[in-house]
């Protein structure tokens, strides 16, 4: 039986996909090229900076600014979002989100997040759930990117527990992955196409079985 359950947050706990799409459409549209919801499945789980070289990969503009222009670009990206989930309520929480984290602390299980997001906390708070981390590892304390396992393995070095005792909920191939390096069970959450490295997939929390693992 495993004792703590780490959870990634963007596109499992709260549905932010549109609003990170919205707010790359827009510096795409600036630019002057397409940029779809279909391009924008490939930023799943990935870092701002690294979404950015995509994004620009996608518009064939890749070599074409410095630095701190890519830099300027990312923060007028993140301007916008933050534009966008500061207005987030715990409506926006995906299905069996709160019914899940609710039943693991009652059962006594360790929660940690582990996402790569630099806006995790406002995330968590406007939607009310910060309460039920017991660490919260997100894009401000980790210094390399999943599928690097850095991230998952803080969350569970900041409990004490072992890797092989930690469950990992994931939606992004690259977080898959990372749960994969660092020894946790890899839960994907999602369509199972998009998901192979996965040890078991799910198509919402909702439908977890949650006493086969806990
Ligand atoms: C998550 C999302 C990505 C996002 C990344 C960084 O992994 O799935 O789409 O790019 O976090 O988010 P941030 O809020 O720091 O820009
Ligand atoms: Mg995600």
Redesign the pocket.
Known sequence: KYQCAIF????VLVD??KY?YLAWKELADQLGFTFTEEHNER??????MD?LDILLEVGQMKDRFTVSEKEEMATEK?AR?TAYISKMDPSQLLAGALELLRELKQMGIKIALG??????PMILDRTGISSYFDVVID?NSVSKA?PDPEVFMLGADGLNLPYNVCIVFED?AAGLEAAKSAGMLAVGIGEERNLTCADVVYSSLEKIEIDKYF
């Open positions: 990634d947050l963007d596109g932010t996909a990170h930023l799943k789980g990935v870092s701002r979404s993140n979002y996402s790569a997001s630099k806006n995790a894009g999943k992004s």
